[in-house]
């Protein structure tokens, strides 16, 4: 399953991988690098909203039930961060680089240097410019990170989480997508879940640890975004214009989502199901 109608690029080619026996790691990378890829989605990878500078960053994590994880942030000129993130996991003793560090070891492991901001995203920036008004909300339009969780045919989890984070941020902000916990969270004893939204909320409320850890203690999934989003909303300040959406699978494969505004979709495919969803929300 995948956050956002962009899901189901990520969902089509996931499952592809699952179909022929694949894990579900390599579905995950493979399907959000789909979107990643894309300079159409301009919430993600190539394409992504620049910040305040006018600076693509990217940020990305990637995990798998077993509580291996990788992740990068603030990641400049690269355009799969979850594929970097992955190396972080396989091939160092950490879990996070960031900014420079987490870009040379990407040019060291063979990423190209590529430049992500688009004509499209560059001329947007400009029309920004023009008022400049720092309103780091994220509403319904300029957001969109792509997460994915995915079981595969071994019974084995694994999530992916990579955005270019809140449009027209402060130089040098990391939202919740590369935190581990946060934007994104599994246990191969539970399942999964990942958020998407104003990340500052989901950082402050560890979203999807919650929701992963509320699973354990026998919520099914869809009660277990609902909690979470509740609590936000009750201990947050001026929801009305803020959007916060979480997605959760448990190992039976059973899903569910929760928002607190209208309008969060999430793409399912599984071998008994195909379907773009509405997430159910508080507010409306
Ligand atoms: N959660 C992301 C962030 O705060 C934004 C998003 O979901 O698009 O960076």
Redesign the pocket.
Known sequence: MSTWDHGRIANNMGYRILEKGGSALDAVEQGVMEVESDPEVR?VGIGGFPDREGVVTL?ACIMKGDGSCGSVAFLQDIKNPIAVARKVMEQTPHIMLVGNGALQFALDHGFRKEKLLTEASRKDYEEWLEKSEYKPV?NIEN???ISTLALDMNGSIAGACT?S??AWKMHGRV???PIIGA?LFLDGEVGGAC??????E?IRTAGSAMVVEMMRQGKTPQEACEAIVHRIIRKGKDMEDIQVGFMAMDMDGRTGAYSIQKGFTYAVKSQVREELEEARYQIG
């Open positions: 919430t940020d994220i957001h969109d990170t955005t984070g809140a939202g919740d997508s934007g958020a998407t939204g104003l990340g500052e989901v």
